[in-house]
T-cell receptor, first 116, second 114 residues
Framework: EAGVAQSPRYKIIEKRQSVAFWCNPI?????LYWYQQILGQGPKLLIQFQNNGVVDDSQLPKDRFSAERLKGVDSTLKIQPAKLEDSAVYLCASSSRDRGYGYEQYFGPGTRLTVT | AQSVTQLGSHVSVSEGALVLLRCNYS??????LFWYVQYPNQGLQLLLK??????LVKGINGFEAEFKKSETSFHLTKPSAHMSDAAEYFCAVSGPGGSYIPTFGRGTSLIVHP
């Protein structure tokens, strides 16, 4: 079974530029998550999708971050414009159940973003 | 709101020694608890999880954890450390009493000396 795929693996941009990350979850997984992991901290949930609908985006900075999941499969996360504090690893995860109660999340390798 | 506290940002052990990584949770009702491992430049991988039933949970790579409700703890242990265990370890909580989306601790970096 193929794992969660993410691209690019690394990205360096200047502040005020825009950037997009792509995620392909495990086949058949209805739930998809985007996390932000700042150096020295645990992952923080940005947004959760159930199929192509948003379940929770309460911690997504909507003035600059956006995400979509067309057709309930692949997802993209965009930052526009980027700030220095957006430097982090962006993790995508998927799971096969509707809710995260005790259901294992499978994580991709992440995209390391550096904003200069 | 649910939360977890991981005691010690870094833990250093010798190869072959006992590994003990501490995690305490805050929840109004018994939660679901997880330990994840993150190797350099990789995503998180589930080591083990507690939902219901037996309080001693065995995971991959020889790790285990015990859910102790009276101490609100879910410490991760391994009898004998191996060099390949060097990584970042995250404790997470979810489930009844709060958000069903896991909330992660800040992580503990395990350093293994030869």
């Amino acid at each position: 079974e193929a794992g969660v795929a993410q691209s690019p693996r690394y990205k360096i941009i200047e502040k005020r530029q825009s950037v997009a990350f792509w995620c392909n979850p495990i086949s058949g997984h209805a739930t998809l998550y985007w996390y932000q992991q700042i150096l020295g901290q645990g992952p923080k949930l940005l947004i959760q999708f159930q199929n192509n609908g948003v379940v929770d985006d309460s911690q997504l900075p909507k003035d600059r971050f956006s995400a979509e999941r067309l057709k309930g499969v692949d997802s993209t996360l965009k930052i526009q414009p980027a700030k220095l504090e957006d430097s982090a690893v962006y993790l995508c995860a998927s799971s096969s159940r509707d809710r995260g109660y005790g259901y294992e999340q499978y994580f991709g390798p992440g995209t390391r973003l550096t904003v200069t | 709101a649910q939360s977890v506290t991981q005691l010690g940002s870094h833990v250093s052990v010798s190869e072959g020694a006992l590994v003990l990584l501490r995690c305490n949770y805050s929840s109004s009702v018994p939660p679901y608890l997880f330990w994840y491992v993150q190797y350099p430049n990789q995503g998180l991988q589930l080591l083990l999880k507690y939902t219901t039933g037996a309080t001693l949970v065995k995971g991959i790579n020889g790790f285990e954890a015990e859910f102790k409700k009276s101490e609100t703890s879910f410490h991760l242990t391994k009898p004998s450390a191996h060099m390949s265990d060097a990584a970042e370890y995250f404790c997470a909580v979810s489930g009844p009493g709060g958000s069903y989306i896991p909330t992660f601790g800040r992580g503990t970096s395990l350093i293994v000396h030869p």
